[in-house]
Nanobody
């Protein structure tokens, strides 16, 4: 079992930056691939970024490529999402998620993630 708690959301002007953190507790965090997803009002949850258990591989949705960076610190049981050049369309609740088994390759499909945080609101004003 893994518990996830996101932090770092807030209100920022367009062009600004935020860094989201996701602190994990429970066993075997360092063996889980991790992902970030977001959900805007009236829209379905969508993939943002993912990182392999070792941190050696990362994946990004096209709308955030070149602006967002996912990273992890396995010693601190934490995964991060650095968001730069934010746009109003980035406004959403951001969720971190962990895959359900050790050493799985990360995917873009939310249904393959077994553990979820409660979400943190990111609002980008124009």
């Amino acid at each position: 079992q893994v518990q996830l708690v996101e932090s770092g959301g807030g209100l920022v002007q367009a062009g600004g930056s935020l860094r989201l953190s996701c602190a994990a507790s429970g066993r075997s965090f360092s063996s889980y691939a991790m992902g970030w997803f977001r959900q805007a009002p009236g829209k379905e949850r969508e993939f943002v970024a993912a990182i392999s258990w070792s941190g050696g591989s990362t994946y990004y949705a096209d709308p955030v490529k070149g602006r967002f960076t996912i990273s992890r610190d396995n010693a601190k049981n934490t995964v991060y999402l650095q968001m730069n050049s934010l746009k109003p369309e980035d406004t959403a609740v951001y969720y971190c998620a962990a895959m359900g088994g050790s050493y799985y390759n990360p995917t873009t499909h939310s249904t393959e993630y077994a553990y979820w945080g409660q979400g943190t609101q990111v609002t980008v004003s124009s």
